[in-house]
C-alpha cells in the first residue's frame, strides 16, 4: 500500500459509516450530537465505554482550557503507535474553525489521556513536516473520511503525537 493509498473497509457496515461521515450533513450534525452520546456512554458505564471505540481506537483528552484555565474533556478517535505514542487529528469533522482541544494543546501541551479503563499524562507535540506526512498517511489507511474532511476546508488539519510524560 502507498503512501496516499487507504485500506479497503472491513465489513459492508463499515463502508456505509465512512461514506456517510464524509459528508457535510454528517460534518454540521456528528460534532454535536457524538461527544455527547460518548460522554454519556462513558458515565453510565463508570468509565469502561466509549461509543466511538467500537469504530475506531478512541480515547478521552483532557487539556487545560487556554482562555479558563479549566479542565477540558474531549472524546476523540486516535491511532495507536507501535511505541506506545497515540496520533489523533483535529479534522472537526470538517469544519471551517480548529477544534478548540487543538488550540489548548498548542497553549499548554501536558494533557490527559483516558483509554481503555486507564490514565495517562501526555505531552502533545504538534507535527510538521515529513513527520506530518508520514502521520496522515497512517491516518488516511485507519480512517479514509480525513480526506474528505481536509478536501472540505482551507485550514491544514492539526495532527499531534502524544507521548507519555511520566508525570
Request: net charge positive.
Amino acid at each position: 500500500m502507498t503512501v496516499n493509498e487507504t485500506r479497503p473497509p472491513r465489513s459492508r457496515q463499515e463502508a456505509v459509516i465512512q461514506r456517510v461521515s464524509s459528508t457535510r450533513t454528517f460534518g454540521r450534525i456528528a460534532p454535536h450530537l457524538l461527544p455527547r452520546f460518548d460522554r454519556a456512554v462513558h458515565r453510565l458505564s463508570g468509565g469502561r465505554i466509549m461509543l466511538s471505540q467500537y469504530l475506531l481506537p478512541a480515547l478521552f483528552l483532557t487539556t487545560t482550557g487556554r482562555r479558563s484555565g479549566e479542565p477540558r474533556t474531549s472524546p476523540l478517535a486516535c491511532l495507536p503507535e507501535p511505541d506506545g505514542t497515540l496520533l489523533v487529528i483535529g479534522s472537526n469533522f470538517g469544519r471551517t474553525t480548529h477544534p478548540a482541544w487543538t488550540g489548548n494543546l498548542l497553549a499548554a501541551p501536558d494533557a490527559v489521556v483516558e483509554r481503555q479503563g486507564r490514565t495517562l499524562p501526555v505531552t502533545a507535540r504538534l507535527l510538521e513536516g515529513e513527520e506530518r506526512a508520514a502521520a496522515w498517511a497512517a491516518l488516511l489507511r485507519m480512517w479514509p473520511p480525513y480526506a474528505a474532511y481536509q478536501a472540505r476546508v482551507q485550514r491544514e488539519l492539526r495532527i499531534f503525537r502524544l507521548e507519555s510524560s511520566g508525570r
